[in-house]
């Protein structure tokens, strides 16, 4: 395993991300969870990859057809990065405290986020240490004028 203080590591911790809360609902239940590896890798049809770390539970909720939500934050973080960053057990209530929009079969909006993304897993990638989630995006909407909060790693070999 590499360690954070090789030289590449510094290097590749540079490449920007944004930062986001993945929500999701599935029968196993609800939850939620800060990511910072989402990204666009399609146009048609529209579709998204979220990395999830092995060994996360919700990796098992994440199964084909599984509703979640990408919500982007808005540069402000603090509160989010506080709640979310802490993790959540199985049957924990991720969403105490937050204003929450549910609707219908999608998976749960943080109504103070800057955007969101509603979709669906459409299949899985092995990413070495984490897991491609690739999701359609089904809809979503900009919710407010903040800027997106972007996010840079002092080490591309750790978190």
């Not at 993945?22 to 990859?49: N, R, Y």
């Not at 934050?73 to 709640?83: C, D, G, I, R, S």
């Not at 802490?86 to 405290?97: L, Y």
């Amino acid at each position: 395993m590499a360690t954070p203080t090789e030289p590449w590591a510094a290097a590749l911790g540079r490449i920007p991300s944004g930062l986001f809360i993945l929500t999701v609902k599935s029968p196993h239940g609800e939850t939620g969870m800060l990511a910072s590896w989402v990204q666009q890798c399609s146009f048609d049809p529209p579709q998204i990859t979220a990395a999830i770390k092995k060994g996360r539970y919700v990796l098992d909720w994440l199964s084909e057809g599984t509703a979640f939500a990408v919500n982007v934050l808005p540069e402000e973080t603090k509160a989010f990065l506080k709640h979310f960053g802490k993790g959540f057990e199985p049957g924990e209530d991720a969403f105490v405290g937050w204003d929450v929009q549910r609707d219908g079969e999608s998976a749960p909006v943080l109504l103070a986020a800057h955007a969101y993304l509603n979709c669906r897993v459409v299949g899985h990638l092995d990413a070495g240490d984490h897991a491609l989630i690739l999701g359609r995006v089904i809809d979503g909407k900009v919710l407010s004028d903040a800027k997106p909060a972007t996010h840079v790693r002092r080490s591309g070999a750790t978190y």
